[in-house]
């Protein structure tokens, strides 16, 4: 709510030493507020990013069709309003086959924590989910016959997503040798919380810790960073990395760029859209590596 007001706050202001009233405000008058926030300078200096003034165009588009609903103004002069475009930025780490390869076979998979971690970064890799996807599974939601994953996505939003022979039988091998294990363990370390108890209660948690509670995202990040600095790896890695590269192997590999919206749950194919221009920048580094014009050009 105070984020809200933020941005509505200026836009009254604007409207107030506009000298019009906020009824004669049409979508004429919206679209030049627009054009402002564009060319205004933000309390840094420079002007206001794409992500400010989404947000700020955003809850005036709220504002007006609640003032229409209920009944204050006879239309929505914001309806039509575009909002502006965010800016797409291509990912920063995506990982080799050879880096990814090297990062699932480090856990050590002679301990329970050890299996666990090989089969929650199997998964991600394998299925491109999202991390809090992963803490949020439970054990009925796997199918390992089918090989398919029950996922409880963004907004509520549940779906069936594929996973590979690997992440199965990582999974698998958690099930059998890791999970009860770390279930029952006596642990004498920190303990845990009633609410953290309460959240679970009557459900079974895929990934647990060794207290026998369901994992949370910051401890699958610390495990997916420590495996990646273990393994040498200079990019900065994190779980969202692995479902990027999940992504970009399948579209080097040939995959349909909608095959990879459907296993990603992109709303739009503008967000899958992304991993076509990870693959041109790759392309443009091989003509500059290998092309006999361009190798030309660097011996000079």
Excluded: W
């Excluded at 200026?10 to 679209?31: A, C, H, I, N, W």
């Amino acid at each position: 709510m105070r984020g809200f007001r933020t941005h509505l706050a200026p836009f009254l202001r604007y409207v107030q030493e506009s000298g019009r009233d906020l009824k004669e405000f049409g979508t004429r008058q919206l679209q030049s507020y627009a054009t402002y926030l564009a060319e205004r300078p933000s309390a840094h200096g420079g002007k206001l990013c794409v992500a400010s003034r989404h947000k700020a165009i955003g809850d005036i588009k709220i504002f007006f069709r609640f003032l229409h609903k209920s009944g204050r103004i006879h239309y929505d002069p914001a309806a039509s309003l575009e909002l502006p475009r965010k800016p797409q930025y291509l990912p920063r780490a995506i990982l080799s086959i050879e880096e990814t390869g090297k990062l699932l076979e480090l856990p050590d998979i002679q301990t329970p924590i050890g299996i666990r971690n090989r089969a929650i970064m199997e998964i991600l890799y394998s299925a491109g989910l999202r991390n809090e996807e992963v803490t949020l599974l439970d054990v009925q939601d796997i199918d390992l016959a089918g090989r398919t994953a029950l996922v409880h996505g963004k907004g509520g939003k549940d779906a069936v997503v594929p996973f590979g022979r690997q992440a199965a039988h990582a999974i698998e091998h958690y099930l059998y040798f890791a999970r009860n294990q770390l279930v029952n363990a006596i642990n004498t370390g920190r303990p845990v919380s009633e609410r953290r108890k309460k959240e679970d209660e009557g459900r079974q948690p895929l990934f647990v810790t060794a207290q026998g509670v369901r994992m949370v995202i910051t401890t699958v990040t610390h495990m997916v960073k420590y495996y990646s600095t273990k393994a040498g790896i200079a990019k900065p890695i994190t779980p969202h990395c692995l479902r990027h590269t999940c992504a970009t192997h399948l579209l080097r590999n040939g995959a349909d760029v909608r095959h990879i919206q459907q296993l990603l749950r992109h709303g739009s194919i503008n967000s899958t859209q992304i991993y076509t221009r990870v693959a041109i920048e790759d392309l443009k580094e091989a003509q500059r590596r290998f092309h006999p014009r361009e190798r030309e050009t660097e011996d000079e």
